[in-house]
């Protein structure tokens, strides 16, 4: 009991403190000298002195600027944040006035502090979330980070590695608040990912360094998002933070274009079926310094395209969703092409292991990251296969390829469809399109179909292959993506437009394309847009 | 989704962003407080003195007021990257603003030499000329203002 008196005693003491410190920091005349003399005065009083003191110091420090916001709040915004602003001021003021006590490496141990006042922060937002339930209010620790990040750009944007550091800080803290953890902070985090002292600065560090950590941050807004979306209804708050979504991911689409290209496969893995508009924007991006020819240019010929023969850069890691075992069989597979049991049994293979409740299926039975996974590895390799065998043929004919350089290695590494055809990878989508059912091969034809994007050697090689087998299911699955507003993948149109021009797959010829006066009233708008293009 | 999720999403939503809570802090203290009849307005106007579109409207005489008498702000900022796209110069030894009258007599490496108009900011407040001055270009403020 006496140490809890010595606990309220001290609280109050550092109550003062902090009180003191907004009559200073809201002083008109005061500035960075009477900031400092303040520091110095407090730090001779002990109160910086030992971690269990200066954190209980911190920690009375968030708690009451976050109640004097609460009190506040109703008669006036800008005083009601008085409090939060003070202790942005105090902490960005202390950051800069801490060195290394060894001497050594004066910003890193800046950054170390920084992380620490973070988590104490973070702490008691925790402590709020769970105590106060349908009565959290988020935003005065959103006016924390917000001022933080603010007064660090300010401050430290000139000497970009520690700068770096700091936003790297700022990350981790993100990751911790993420809306699966604290669905009550769930869209003042969302404004804190897209800040403009945050996610720009992050996304243009030196040599893309800070992307694989906001990627972290948006396939878990995603992950959020995914069993909101796919429940019919849609609420108030999903619309809200669906649209705030969108916006951001705008925002992206145009200032980075190549991080939305370089990691699609990483959202398209969590971004459920039914958010098409969402995908598109995604798989719409394409790499700024590229031309993307009109895919309604009557005659075109992709196959002429220098860009086709150009494997796009891929960020994430797309095996890692395949098990080790599966992944060797499919090795084997593509080097001998032996039959093997497992292309009978993809079904079972694909199907979701009920034990495991870590995966976000969006409602499928299957394992669509796996499905994802195996479609473009298989892909990749087929591609692969095809340019190998394509210069070994060459390699016989003419031992002089490099002085015919560049044309030579186009032809040997085009995928035409006749080629495609005959390899051991096409023979793996083909047993996938017969052996799964039709939820299985919607969701195998949208993994492909995520791949039609800009013009590189993967969206040449997937458009071919989808072509093979006509299909009422491949229509739907471009056609469900071409309905909705735009952007539309470049891939996708193209695809599109070649199905339905190409005399060779009969288009009209199908029962399905007249199955509903509905449809057929669609088709035939779709088919005069691109005939009247053409 | 579960209970406990829909409830602080409705919870986060009740106190949704706005704009205002992410802008800087702006602790508007007037310098001299004097009490003002209500009607009068009681904190300087959102979107007049901090958008860069509103200074390309301002008289000269207002941009220079806010130069030499807004020290360390924004606005100065704003102020002087305004008359600098109205082509005036600062003099980083005279801190006074010359805009040449005419072309230059002379142009060398260091510096150039002819007639200006300056901007008197000390004593009579006005614009004056100076024939025959030489602005030396070690006295020239020339970072960039984006």
Same mark, same amino acid.
């Given at each position: ?19 003191? *410190? ?41 708690? #009451? ?10 008669? %006036? ?10 202790? /942005? ?29 973070? +988590? ?16 959290? %209010? ?20 000139? +000497?970009?590695? #520690? ?35 945050? #996610? ?46 969108? &916006?951001?991911?705008?925002?992206? @689409? ?42 309604? !240019?009557? =005659?075109?010929? /992709? ?33 001998? &092409? ?6 009978? =049994? *993809? ?42 065998? $394509? ?10 390829? $490099? ?32 052996? @799964?059912?039709?939820?299985? &091969?919607?969701?195998? @034809? ?30 739907? /699955? ?6 909705? =507003? ?14 339905? $021009? %190409? ?9 399905? !394309? ?21 | ?146």
């Amino acid at each position: 009991a006496a140490k809890d008196i010595d606990n309220s005693v001290l609280r109050e003491q550092l109550a003062f403190i902090f009180a003191e *410190w907004i009559r200073v920091y809201q002083l008109p005349t005061s500035n960075d000298k009477d900031y400092g003399a303040f520091i110095n005065s407090i730090q001779q009083q002990g109160v910086l002195k030992g971690e269990e003191i200066s954190s209980l110091f911190f920690r009375v420090c968030t708690e #009451m600027s976050v109640e004097s916001y609460i009190k506040y709040k109703v008669t %006036n915004t800008t005083a009601a944040y008085q409090g939060v602003d003070a202790f /942005v001021k105090l902490i960005v003021t202390l950051v800069k006035h801490y060195s290394d006590p060894q001497g050594v490496n004066h910003s890193g141990a800046k950054v170390t502090y920084l992380t620490t006042l973070l +988590s104490i922060i973070v702490l008691v937002l925790a402590q709020a979330h769970e105590q106060r339930r349908g009565q959290f %209010n988020q935003k005065p620790f959103l006016r924390l980070f917000s001022g933080l990040l603010t007064e660090m750009m300010t401050s430290y944007e000139s +000497s970009p590695g #520690m700068y770096f550091q700091i936003l790297t800080a700022f990350s981790n803290t993100f990751h911790t608040l993420q809306p699966l953890v604290f669905p009550g902070f769930t869209y003042g985090w969302l404004s804190l990912i897209s800040h403009r002292a945050f #996610m720009p600065k992050l996304l243009l560090a030196e040599n893309g360094k800070g992307w694989a950590s906001f990627q972290k941050l948006l396939v878990c807004l995603f992950r959020f998002l995914i069993p909101f979306l796919v429940g019919g209804e849609m609420r108030d708050t999903t619309r809200a933070l669906y649209k705030g979504t969108l &916006r951001v991911l705008l925002v992206l @689409l145009h200032d980075f274009p190549e991080f939305l290209c370089d990691y699609h496969f990483s959202f398209c893995d969590v971004i459920p079926h039914t958010c098409i508009q969402l995908r598109n924007l995604i798989l719409s991006a394409f790499p700024r310094n590229m031309r993307l020819p009109d895919p309604f !240019t009557p =005659n075109l010929k /992709v196959d002429l395209l220098a860009e086709i023969h150009q494997p796009p850069r891929v960020l994430s890691d797309y095996t890692s969703s395949l098990s080790v075992s599966m992944k060797s069989d499919v090795d084997t597979y593509l080097r001998t &092409r032996e039959h093997a049991a497992f292309l009978d =049994n *993809w079904q079972e293979i694909l199907a979701l292991d009920p034990n495991n409740q870590d995966l976000f299926s969006g409602g499928s039975k299957y394992n669509v990251p796996m499905i994802n996974s195996l479609v473009l590895y298989v892909g990749v390799n087929g591609i692969a296969q095809l340019h190998a065998s $394509k210069s070994e043929d060459n390699g016989n004919s003419s031992s002089s390829s $490099k002085d015919i350089g560049d044309a030579n290695a186009n032809r040997s590494s085009s995928s035409s469809s006749s080629q495609i055809a005959q390899t051991a990878s096409m023979d793996i989508f083909q047993k996938l399109l017969t052996e @799964l059912d039709s939820e299985g &091969r919607y969701l195998f @034809l949208s993994a492909i179909a995520n791949q039609l994007r800009y013009p590189n050697s993967h969206t040449h090689y997937f458009s071919r292959a989808t072509q093979e087998k006509i299909k009422e299911q491949i229509t739907r /699955v471009l056609l469900e993506r071409l309905i909705v =507003n735009r952007p539309h993948p470049w891939g996708l149109l193209i695809t599109f437009i070649e199905l339905i $021009k %190409n005399p060779r797959y009969a288009f009209w010829d199908h029962a399905f !394309t007249r199955i509903d006066p509905d449809i057929e009233k669609l088709f035939d708008s779709v088919s005069r847009s691109v005939k009247r293009s053409a | 989704v579960g209970f406990f999720a829909q409830q602080m999403l409705e919870a986060s939503y009740q106190f949704m962003p706005e704009a205002v809570d992410t802008e800087r802090p702006k602790n508007y203290a007037p310098k001299d407080p004097y009490p003002t009849p209500s009607y009068y307005p009681q904190a300087p106007m959102p979107g007049v003195f901090d958008s860069p579109a509103m200074f390309e409207k301002f008289d000269i005489d207002t941009l220079f007021f806010i130069f030499y008498y807004q020290q360390g702000t924004y606005q100065q900022y704003l102020a002087a990257r305004e008359l600098k796209k109205q082509s005036w110069r600062f003099h980083k030894k005279y801190l006074t603003w010359f805009q040449r009258h005419e072309e230059p007599k002379a142009i060398t490496d260091d510096y150039e030499q002819g007639t200006y108009i300056y901007f008197d900011y000390e004593g009579a407040w006005c614009q004056r000329k100076k024939t025959d001055f030489r602005f030396e270009y070690k006295f020239l403020e020339d970072s960039e203002l984006v």
